[in-house]
């Protein structure tokens, strides 16, 4: 989706062992297995975190200086950021 729909140039996921290689095959350039790597040990800084499962205090660790974390899981009790429903027209809004 960030290569296809933002224009990445460079996209790094997280799984599991078993999911890595559909990752690769999802066009992933960088799989980390978090299972084995702690991902905000990575040197690597990131211009947007996407985040599907609630890792949002994990994001903040990763991204770069005034860039974007966009989460869609359910946030953690008085750890919300900003909610937001997904839409076409939102979607179109969303800048890399």
Known sequence: LAKYAFGASKVAET???????????????????????NVE????????????????????????????????SKPAVGAILYGLSSSGITLEKLEP
Not at 42 to 68: A, H, M, N, P, S
């Open 15 to 37: 799984a599991s062992t078993a999911k890595l290689e559909l990752l690769k095959r999802l066009g992933a350039d960088w799989s980390i297995d978090y299972t084995k790597e």
């Open 41 to 72: 040990e990575i040197q690597e800084k990131f211009d947007v975190v996407y985040d599907t499962v609630g890792q949002v205090e994990q994001g903040l660790k990763v991204v770069k200086e005034g860039r974007k974390v966009v989460s869609i």
